[in-house]
């Protein structure tokens, strides 16, 4: 089954605890994105990637770290995670760039991440 | 970069009835406008898109509609149902950059 699988789906940490919410596609989607989505704000973007080793600053990118070793795979990190960051967090892929047929978004099932 | 103003933020509507949520945008480079559609506690899921060459696009009880000139585009939503409550996302993509930039959101619900 084509799916985005993020985990974890809910986690609670404390301030300055380094952490790491996974996020895979098995549909060998080149474009790959986070967003964190927060009461009255809407989606924001973080990072994106447009293929491996090729990664770029959305619209909130401070406090958070990406990397894109592998086509499949676009781990979000937290170096030291701040309650500010609370949030409900989507990682999404595409087949490729927007502007073209293959412009739809997958997302996964959300991380619900907790600092306290 | 590009900002995407999203009305209004909360809409009830009886059941039958249409819905129109409305978009502006800021950057006229823009070129793509897709919609999500979030259920409570699911991800976010396409339901329309249009691109700036088309000025209206249809299936089935929803459609879209762009007006280049004014910068802003709406979801309509004919006939309701239940089913249709959730949370609505516009969502623009400035040309050159792969940055899709997102409205903040419409609740709808559906009155039975």
């Known amino acids: 089954e084509a799916q985005v699988t993020q985990n974890p789906r809910y986690l609670i940490t404390v301030t300055g605890k380094k952490l790491t919410v996974t996020c895979s596609q098995n549909m060998n989607h080149e474009y790959m994105s986070w967003y964190r989505q927060d009461p009255g704000l809407g989606l924001r973007q973080i990072y994106y990637s447009m293929n491996v080793e090729v990664t770029d600053k959305g619209d909130v990118p401070e406090g958070y770290k990406v990397s894109r070793k592998e086509k499949r795979n676009f781990p979000l990190i937290l170096e030291s995670p701040s309650p500010n960051q609370t949030s409900l967090y989507f990682c999404?892929?595409?087949?490729?760039?927007?502007?073209?047929?293959?412009?739809?978004?997958?997302f996964g099932s959300g991380t619900q991440l907790s600092v306290l | 970069g590009e900002n995407v103003e999203q009305h209004p933020s909360t809409l009830s509507v009886q059941e039958g009835d249409s819905a129109v949520i409305k978009c502006t945008y800021s950057?006229?480079?823009?070129?793509?406008f897709p919609w999500y559609k979030q259920e409570l506690g699911k991800r976010p899921q396409l339901i329309i898109d249009i691109r700036s060459n088309v000025g209206e696009k249809k299936d089935q009880r929803i459609a879209v509609t762009l007006n280049k000139t004014a910068k802003h585009f709406s979801l309509h939503i004919t006939e309701t149902q239940p089913e249709d409550s959730a949370v609505y996302f516009c969502a623009a993509k400035l040309v050159g950059n792969e940055k899709l930039t997102f409205g903040t959101g419409t609740r709808l619900t559906i009155i039975p």
């Open positions: 999404a892929s595409s087949l490729f760039s927007f502007g073209t047929d293959n412009e739809k978004l997958f």
């Open positions: 950057d006229s480079a823009s070129n793509y």
